[in-house]
């Protein structure tokens, strides 16, 4: 059984930080992408920034300057740097994950974690 599980969530005030972490584990055999997602009350989920087992990443633009993403492939697991929150960036916050298993690879959410920056 594979579990993607998020931590790191929690209420900062604005101008802080925090880092997520998402592992994946299970009969997996590496990772092709993991990512995080974000979804605000009321709004469509987006993406935040993705990373590949090879350690390309990828950023929405409006967000790459505060965000960073990294990722350790012999542990499966991303992580999500950021800093100088904005209220506006008070969201759930998705890992999702693209799995590779024998020959093929397979894609995973994790269940959220809560994000919530203060004014």
């Known amino acids: 059984q594979v579990h993607v599980v998020e931590s790191g969530g929690g209420l900062v005030q604005a101008g802080g930080s925090l880092r997520l972490s998402c592992a994946a584990s299970g009969s997996i055999s590496g990772f092709i992408q993991m990512g995080w997602y974000r979804q605000a009350p009321g709004k469509q989920r987006e993406k935040v920034a993705t990373i590949t087992g090879e350690g390309t990443a990828n950023y929405a633009d409006s967000l790459k300057d505060r965000f960073t993403i990294s990722g350790d492939s012999a542990a499966n697991t991303v992580y999500l740097q950021m800093i100088d929150l904005k209220p506006e960036d008070t969201a759930v916050y998705y890992c999702?994950?693209?799995?590779?298993?024998?020959?093929?690879?397979?894609?995973?959410w994790g269940q959220g974690t809560q994000v919530i920056v203060s004014s």
């Open positions: 999702h994950a693209v799995l590779l298993f024998s020959n093929s690879g397979r894609s995973y």
